[in-house]
């Protein structure tokens, strides 16, 4: 049993995928996750996610040594969008998500996603790069995806695993890793910490 300290449903379906059982090691009310996620400088948007994941994980091994729970690997994951050095975030409002997916239209991007997982006095970490690109995109198009719900919440605006889907022209990379989750290098590392994946 491994800890996942994520709220996203889809990293949950992935690692259900590996057959790795898991409980959900989430944030306290008072912990604000976000904060965690402000880009410093000019960073590039690979410092950025790895940042972010072991940030994470360095919350998320406090967080189960303050609630008393039983000692077992944590895992961690965040995905980030990037367009050239531009990194575009979780947007703050349907204006934002509008404004980030005028932005993909018609362009390829990356999408890169950091897995870190922590057992005992062991610390991995992996780095999944993919690039998506999309199809010129219509106001209306985006409009209409706005106005789902679905681009709230997610890094570029888009899930990948819903109605985005019919804006991607070609992918290279890790679909899985897209989602939020790369399950090659998720499993690569389960398997050096000797975790059956």
């Known amino acids: 049993m491994i800890y996942l300290a994520s709220q996203s449903p889809r990293r949950a379906q992935l690692?259900?995928?590996?057959?790795?059982?898991?409980?959900?090691?989430l944030p306290d009310p008072d912990e604000d996750a976000e904060a965690l996620e402000a880009v410093i400088g000019r960073e590039s948007a690979a410092a950025y996610v790895q940042r972010v994941t072991a940030l994470k994980l360095d919350a998320a091994v406090m967080r189960r040594r303050r609630m008393g729970l039983p000692?077992?690997?944590?895992?961690?994951?965040?995905?980030?969008?990037?367009?050239?050095?531009?990194?575009?975030?979780?947007?703050?409002?349907?204006?934002?998500?509008?404004?980030?997916?005028t932005r993909l239209s018609g362009r390829t991007h990356r999408v890169l996603t950091a897995v870190a997982v922590e057992a005992g006095r062991r610390?991995?970490?992996?780095?999944?790069?993919?690039?998506?690109?999309?199809?010129?995109?219509?106001?209306?198009?985006?409009?209409?995806y706005v106005a789902s719900g679905e681009a709230l919440g997610k890094a570029g605006a888009y899930a990948i695993q819903g109605r985005a889907a019919a804006f991607v022209v070609s992918i290279?990379?890790?679909?899985?890793?897209?989602?939020?989750?790369?399950?090659?290098?998720?499993a690569l590392i389960l398997d050096q910490l000797g975790l059956k994946s």
């Open 15 to 25: 690692l259900e995928q590996l057959g790795v059982s898991f409980q959900r090691l």
């Open 71 to 101: 000692p077992a690997p944590i895992l961690c994951a965040d995905t980030t969008v990037a367009i050239g050095r531009e990194i575009l975030g979780k947007p703050v409002d349907q204006a934002q998500a509008r404004q980030m997916l």
């Open 123 to 144: 610390r991995l970490q992996a780095l999944s790069l993919s690039s998506v690109t999309f199809d010129g995109l219509t106001p209306a198009q985006i409009r209409r």
């Open 172 to 186: 290279r990379g890790s679909y899985s890793g897209i989602m939020g989750l790369p399950l090659r290098e998720t």
